[in-house]
């Protein structure tokens, strides 16, 4: 169990190491591409070594001064291949990827209305799901027809990443338009793997016009005309090897962000934080409340730009936030309503449905945390409601979750009288020196 005390002083400088997230996604392009892959830099924590038994079916890894040089394995090898379920991020990208690439997907932990909405999706571009169920309750999903793929007329942004897998597996040509802007992290990397892509923006009336129009009337750029076309050619892949550099952890540059809003006292930089828009979603959210985190960029990298944030002026107020498209959001989630917890007024988190499809149910999971922090808090159908608190008592959180709440939770304990207990199996995982780094950085009140 972490144990965590109230703070009063969080200062220093913390480094994020590298996102373990796109060593899984980086070695799944390799085998779609068919070409050798270096992909760094690698912590050596528990789930990294995870991600490289899970690959091991499919490509050999070698580690050479912190990166893993990636080579695929002949196709005939590994008809299946087992991946983690629920917890998994970019779910959707590796599920489709992988049967278009002729795989049996088996996933150990995946409900019904999960199921049902793939095959709603594969069905929606031309393409059939077939699943298959195991004696140990997990499930085997397989691609049975692929003949008819096009992208829909009509495409969600969260379905973007089901459908781009279907076209990378299946070594296909795409172009289509949608009317909100492409934040996937696939912006960046797929032409770093060496696939020809190209997004551009067209407006029906002048592009200054329009950010003015907008300002004015409060609307979306979708509302002005704006659209967004996108063009990816992956019937083949440029170049006989990538190199693929990993930028830092974003679901821990948030957590970190969290903890420093909550605890204004004292001077915290934070530094290897990805500055897309992939992974903005807290620094965006602080804005917005009232906080002025100063960015300054120092880097680049196959993911994008990455910088050094600096949280300053913390006045923190209730907003509202539109989660889309969700896989942007759904990693930070917790921290959002965490921070939304000490802020004043309320908060409301819209868009989050698909977490219901999770197993347990993932806004259920996140609010029975809340309940145990005594934070006040609505539901909706899809979404969150928060009541800001001055003042919170400590509190245990016993069972396992995820790294996301269990990080998330853990430095609102720094906020919260007394001792706050959190079980970090997951946090181990995912971030080893998680209490070490908490304990260099916050000064805890006697």
Same mark, same amino acid.
């Given at each position: 169990?972490?144990?965590?005390?109230?703070?009063?002083?969080?200062?220093?400088?913390?480094?994020?190491?590298?996102?373990?997230?796109?060593?899984?996604?980086?070695?799944?392009?390799?085998?779609?591409?068919?070409?050798?892959?270096?992909?760094?830099?690698?912590?050596?924590?528990?789930?990294?070594?995870? %991600?490289?038994?899970?690959?091991?079916?499919?490509?050999?890894?070698?580690?050479?001064?912190?990166?893993?040089?990636?080579?695929?394995?002949?196709?005939?090898?590994?008809?299946?291949?087992?991946?983690? =379920?629920?917890?998994?991020?970019?779910?959707?990208?590796?599920?489709?990827?992988?049967?278009?690439?002729?795989?049996?997907?088996?996933?150990?932990?995946?409900?019904?209305?999960?199921? +049902?909405?793939?095959?709603?999706?594969?069905?929606?571009?031309?393409?059939?799901?077939?699943?298959?169920?195991?004696?140990?309750?997990?499930?085997?999903?397989?691609?049975?027809?692929?003949?008819?793929?096009?992208?829909?007329?009509?495409?969600?942004? +969260?379905?973007?990443?089901?459908?781009?897998?279907?076209?990378?597996?299946?070594?296909? $040509?795409?172009?289509?338009?949608?009317?909100?802007?492409?934040?996937?992290?696939?912006?960046?990397?797929?032409?770093? %793997?060496?696939?020809? %892509?190209?997004?551009?923006?067209?407006?029906?009336?002048?592009?200054?016009?329009?950010?003015?129009?907008?300002?004015?009337?409060?609307?979306?750029?979708?509302?002005?005309?704006?659209?967004?076309?996108?063009?990816?050619?992956?019937?083949?892949?440029?170049?006989?090897?990538?190199?693929?550099?990993?930028?830092?952890?974003?679901?821990?540059? =948030?957590?970190?962000?969290?903890?420093?809003?909550?605890?204004?006292?004292?001077?915290?930089?934070?530094?290897?934080?990805?500055?897309?828009? #992939?992974?903005?979603?807290?620094?965006?959210?602080?804005?917005?409340?009232?906080?002025?985190?100063?960015?300054?960029?120092?880097?680049?990298?196959?993911?994008?730009?990455?910088?050094?944030?600096?949280?300053?002026?913390?006045?923190?107020?209730?907003?509202?936030?539109?989660?889309?498209?969700?896989?942007?959001?759904?990693?930070?989630?917790?921290?959002?309503?965490?921070?939304?917890?000490?802020?004043?007024?309320?908060?409301?988190?819209?868009?989050?449905?698909?977490?219901?499809?999770?197993?347990?149910?993932?806004?259920?999971?996140?609010?029975?945390?809340?309940?145990?922090?005594?934070?006040?808090?609505?539901?909706?159908?899809?979404?969150?409601?928060?009541? $800001?608190?001055?003042?919170?008592?400590?509190?245990?959180?016993?069972?396992?979750?995820? @790294?996301?709440?269990?990080?998330?939770?853990?430095?609102?304990?720094?906020?919260?009288?007394?001792?706050?207990?959190?079980?970090?199996? @997951?946090?181990?995982?995912? #971030?080893?020196?998680?209490?070490?780094?908490?304990?260099?950085?916050?000064?805890?009140?006697?």
């Amino acid at each position: 169990m972490l144990e965590v005390k109230a703070a009063k002083e969080v200062r220093g400088r913390v480094e994020l190491p590298p996102n373990p997230d796109f060593l899984l996604v980086g070695g799944l392009l390799a085998v779609a591409a068919n070409k050798s892959m270096r992909i760094g830099p690698v912590a050596g924590t528990p789930l990294c070594r995870d %991600v490289r038994e899970t690959l091991s079916a499919l490509v050999d890894i070698e580690e050479r001064g912190g990166s893993w040089s990636i080579t695929p394995k002949p196709q005939a090898t590994a008809s299946s291949l087992a991946v983690p =379920g629920e917890q998994m991020r970019y779910r959707q990208l590796t599920v489709f990827l992988l049967m278009a690439l002729g795989k049996t997907v088996v996933l150990r932990s995946v409900t019904e209305k999960r199921l +049902d909405s793939w095959k709603r999706m594969a069905k929606q571009a031309g393409c059939a799901i077939e699943t298959k169920s195991f004696d140990d309750g997990s499930a085997g999903l397989s691609l049975v027809s692929a003949d008819t793929f096009a992208m829909p007329a009509q495409m969600e942004p +969260d379905a973007l990443h089901a459908y781009l897998g279907l076209a990378i597996g299946l070594k296909r $040509g795409i172009l289509f338009q949608v009317d909100y802007q492409i934040s996937s992290p696939l912006r960046n990397l797929l032409p770093a %793997v060496g696939y020809d %892509v190209t997004i551009r923006s067209e407006s029906s009336e002048n592009e200054a016009l329009a950010r003015r129009m907008r300002f004015l009337r409060g609307r979306k750029k979708s509302d002005v005309g704006v659209t967004y076309s996108f063009t990816g050619d992956f019937t083949k892949c440029s170049g006989a090897e990538a190199a693929i550099s990993v930028p830092g952890d974003d679901i821990l540059g =948030g957590v970190l962000l969290v903890a420093k809003a909550l605890v204004p006292r004292g001077n915290l930089i934070i530094e290897n934080v990805p500055l897309e828009p #992939w992974a903005n979603a807290l620094p965006n959210l602080v804005r917005k409340m009232g906080c002025r985190p100063a960015v300054q960029e120092t880097g680049e990298t196959s993911l994008g730009k990455t910088g050094m944030i600096q949280p300053q002026k913390f006045e923190l107020a209730g907003r509202k936030t539109e989660c889309t498209p969700l896989y942007q959001y759904e990693a930070h989630v917790p921290a959002m309503v965490v921070l939304s917890c000490f802020a004043q007024g309320q908060s409301i988190l819209r868009n989050l449905r698909e977490l219901r499809e999770n197993q347990p149910d993932g806004i259920e999971e996140i609010l029975a945390c809340v309940r145990a922090m005594g934070g006040r808090h609505g539901e909706m159908p899809d979404g969150i409601v928060m009541d $800001g608190a001055k003042q919170l008592d400590g509190f245990d959180l016993p069972d396992e979750t995820p @790294a996301p709440i269990a990080g998330a939770f853990a430095v609102a304990g720094l906020k919260c009288m007394g001792t706050t207990k959190i079980a970090d199996q @997951a946090l181990a995982r995912r #971030w080893p020196s998680f209490a070490q780094m908490l304990d260099e950085i916050c000064e805890y009140r006697k």
